[in-house]
């Protein structure tokens, strides 16, 4: 805040900050400094994708998504976008949206092992419990050394009564 009082254009303290009130759950001052983030630089993709997420905190999907779909046009390559995207659609119920975006989280890196588990979760929720276990199969193979990962394996496989695969988890 000092340092706005010398130089309100720049832009790092209105970053800062607004970060540091998403931590500290004030969310409305957030958004108030990305809103201020977004006047000096329109093409901040930072400033959108913590502004969707504060926007989310206070249960503005709306304009949440409005963010996230920006921060998204900007820089399509991220898969981290569209797996924040995903989890906004999660809150709002739309469960296939939410596999989809997990699914474009996926085509711009195949290796994102936790798109595949959240993917996977959001699956077993819509009972599609063999493409669950797909995605949970293809998450190990990544990262064959993640308990969690094999721990919700585990727990699907018991679910689908493989007691013994659920055993070797």
């Avoid at 809150?91 to 596999?99: L, N, S, V």
């Avoid at 009972?127 to 699907?156: Q, V």
């Amino acid at each position: 805040t000092e340092c706005l009082k010398y130089d309100p254009t720049f832009w790092k303290a209105y970053i800062n900050r607004g970060t540091a009130r998403s931590r500290t759950e004030d969310y409305l001052g957030a958004v108030a400094d990305f809103d201020a983030m977004l006047r000096i630089d329109s093409t901040s993709v930072n400033a959108y994708i913590n502004r969707g997420l504060a926007r989310r905190m206070l249960r503005d999907y709306d304009n949440s998504l409005k963010d996230y779909n920006m921060a998204i046009r900007l820089k399509p390559d991220q898969p981290e976008l569209y797996a924040s995207r995903a989890n906004l659609k999660l809150d709002m119920k739309d469960y296939d949206g939410a596999i989809a975006d997990f699914g474009l989280a996926l085509t711009a890196n195949p290796k994102y092992a936790t798109a595949y588990t959240n993917r996977a979760i959001v699956k077993k929720a819509k009972n599609d419990l063999k493409g669950a276990l797909a995605d949970y199969d293809a998450a190990i193979l990544i990262d064959p050394k993640n308990s969690e990962f094999y721990n919700n394996r585990g727990n699907l496989k018991f679910q689908l009564s493989d007691f013994q695969g659920a055993i070797t988890d």
